[in-house]
């Protein structure tokens, strides 16, 4: 069965550093979305994309995220300067037509 | 308080016991979302509900959007400890912009 990949699994950074959290959605899928989960609270919607651009955001989502689709597989989310406040596990997910698909997660660390 | 309201907190019954949760906003739900996430890993998507009144099963699970579009329930029938974890809703409850949030969390434990 098909299934979203994402890399690295767990990621260490300093606090300022820029980080890129790497997805790879199934193939034929062209909605893809970003989630966050800070331990201990709520799921947060990030961001949805569809045909190369941002369909979606939230108020999360500020100008020190960014996604892009950079070759056709690949979905990446972008931290440019990180803050202690960005830990959290990320959650990439792509859908078909109405059934979301998600990864298994990256756990980011921001010391 | 929450904008999108779950109920119960927590849960716990007896193997093949029937179960209902319970996700209510104030607002209009554009979408609603279940979800399933075992503890400590990622989310496994249950099932979608668009229109008021609609309703959805999908093996021993049924979801339903009320009519008004501000409560849905998730209704699991004779239980099995495969069914633990914990069950979120999400939703867009924004009216002209977009703002979709996730429920509180309703935790499911299954006794053999």
């Known amino acids: 069965e098909p299934e979203v990949t994402q890399t690295p699994s767990h990621q260490v950074t300093q606090m300022g550093q820029e980080v890129i959290l790497r997805c790879v959605p199934i193939?034929?899928?062209?909605?893809f979305y970003w989630y966050r989960q800070i331990l201990g609270q709520k799921v947060e919607f990030l961001v949805s994309?569809?045909?190369?651009?941002?369909?979606?955001k939230s108020e999360i989502f500020d100008d020190q995220f960014s996604v892009e689709r950079p070759d056709g597989s690949n979905f990446t989310l972008k931290i440019r300067s990180t803050k202690l406040e960005d830990s959290a596990m990320y959650f990439c997910?792509?859908?078909?037509?109405?059934?979301?698909?998600f990864g298994p997660g990256t756990r980011l660390t921001v010391l | 308080s929450q904008e999108l309201e779950q109920s119960p907190q927590s849960l716990i019954v007896q193997e093949g016991k029937n179960l209902t949760i319970n996700c209510t906003s104030s607002?209009?739900?554009?979408?609603l979302y279940w979800y399933k996430q075992k503890y400590g890993e990622g989310l496994i998507f249950l099932m979608m509900?668009?229109?008021?009144?609609e309703e959805k099963s999908h093996e021993k699970i049924t979801a339903k959007l009320d009519e008004k579009k501000q409560q849905s329930s998730l209704h699991i029938t004779a239980s099995q400890p495969s069914h633990a974890g914990i069950y979120l809703c999400?939703?867009?409850?924004?009216?002209?912009?977009?703002?979709?949030?996730f429920g509180t969390g309703t935790r499911l434990k299954v006794l053999a």
């Open positions: 997910a792509s859908t078909d037509t109405d059934t979301q698909y």
């Open positions: 193939s034929n899928h062209l909605y």
């Open positions: 994309f569809y045909n190369n651009e941002i369909s979606e």
């Open positions: 607002k209009t739900l554009y979408g």
């Open positions: 509900l668009q229109k008021g009144g």
């Open positions: 999400g939703a867009d409850i924004g009216s002209g912009t977009y703002k979709y949030i």
